[in-house]
């Protein structure tokens, strides 16, 4: 029997381990690349995302927070795509967000897809 994919949901890739964020924030433009390499593409994008900041799971860390409008398979992809790009340095988590917190993200969803 075929593997069904689930619909799109938020989710929240996060990067721990900054010392602060302005360390966290440098790794946008990274980030950024590795989902739209050609920023100048029509519109839709293959995965809406955004960021975010965090404090850490210590409590004295920050970490980066990609939230991604995906299926959860085209997340984890995601996440794996990121987990090569910090080279091993920082844990990388994904877990399922809340689509209140991401309610721009989960717009532009919408409205690049036509659904109003």
């Known amino acids: 029997m075929p593997m069904v994919e689930d619909g799109p949901r938020v989710y929240e890739i996060r990067i721990h381990g900054y010392p602060s964020p302005e360390e966290a924030l440098a790794l946008q433009a990274p980030i950024k690349l590795l989902l739209c390499p050609d920023p100048d593409h029509a519109p839709p994008c293959e995965v809406p995302w955004s960021f975010t900041l965090a404090g850490g799971d210590d409590g004295a860390s920050t970490a980066l927070v ?36 991401w309610e721009a993200l989960v717009e532009q969803y919408r409205v690049e897809k036509g659904l109003g």
């Not at 995906?70 to 987990?83: K, T």
């Not at 990388?92 to 209140?100: D, H, T």
Request: charged share 20%; proline share 0%; no cysteine.
């Open 66 to 101: 990609l939230g991604v409008y995906a299926s959860s398979g085209r997340a984890a992809q995601v996440a794996d795509r990121v987990r090569v790009l910090v080279g091993g340095t920082r844990t990388v988590a994904v877990s399922e967000g809340e689509a209140g917190e």
